[in-house]
Each structure stands twice: as C-alpha cells, then as structure tokens.
Nanobody
Framework: QVQLVESGGGLVQAGGSLRLSCAAS????????TGWFRQAPGKEREFVATISSSGINTYYADSVKGRFTISRDNAKNTVYLQMNSLKPDDTAVYYC?????????????????WGQGTQVTVSS
C-alpha cells in the first residue's frame, strides 16, 4: 500500500515558479515509477511528467517540456515537480500518482495510487 500527499501549491503570477512535493508512505515507494498529472475545471485529468523508480528516466508532456522538471529523492520518499515560467493555462489541481506495475507513461490507468491533489493557480 502506498499513500501519497502533495504539497506546495498556491497562487503565483504568470512567469513565476512553484515547487510541488509528493511525500509517500510505504517501504516500496522507491521501486515505483511516479507521475504528476493535473486537472483543470471542466477538463479531463492530463499527464504532466513521470520519473522512473531510479530517477534516471523522465518523460514530459509537450506543454510543459523545458519549463517543468520532475525529480525524486528516494531516501526521503519524495518526488518533486519544479515549475518555472508558469502560465495561466497551468492552473489546475496537480496530483501525483504511483505505478506499482512499472508500466508508467502518460495513461492514468497505469497508476494505482493517487494523492488528494494540490491547487495551483497562475494569475495573468
């Protein structure tokens, strides 16, 4: 069983930065691919970024490539999402998710455990 808790969201002006954290419980977290997803009002949940269990491999949605960076510290059971050059279109609830089967990728169906989300609001 894995429990995930996101933090770090808030209100920021366009062009600003935020760093989200996803703290996990469970001894096996370091073995799981972990992803960040987001959901804006009235829209479907969409993929943002994912990172392999080792932290070596990362993958980003085109919309955030070059602006967001995903990383992890397995000693702290935490995954991060550094978000720079934020735009109003980045406004959403951001969720982290763990994939225990190692499939990963951008499909939400591959992730078995989800956090409760943290709100990010970018003002213009």
């Amino acid at each position: 069983q894995v429990q995930l808790v996101e933090s770090g969201g808030g209100l920021v002006q366009a062009g600003g930065s935020l760093r989200l954290s996803c703290a996990a419980s469970g001894r096996t977290f370091s073995r799981h691919t972990t992803g960040w997803f987001r959901q804006a009002p009235g829209k479907e949940r969409e993929f943002v970024a994912t990172i392999s269990s080792s932290g070596i491999n990362t993958y980003y949605a085109d919309s955030v490539k070059g602006r967001f960076t995903i990383s992890r510290d397995n000693a702290k059971n935490t995954v991060y999402l550094q978000m720079n050059s934020l735009k109003p279109d980045d406004t959403a609830v951001y969720y982290c998710a763990a994939d225990v089967q190692g499939i990963g990728g951008s499909d939400t169906r591959h992730y078995e455990y989800w956090g409760q989300g943290t709100q990010v609001t970018v003002s213009s």
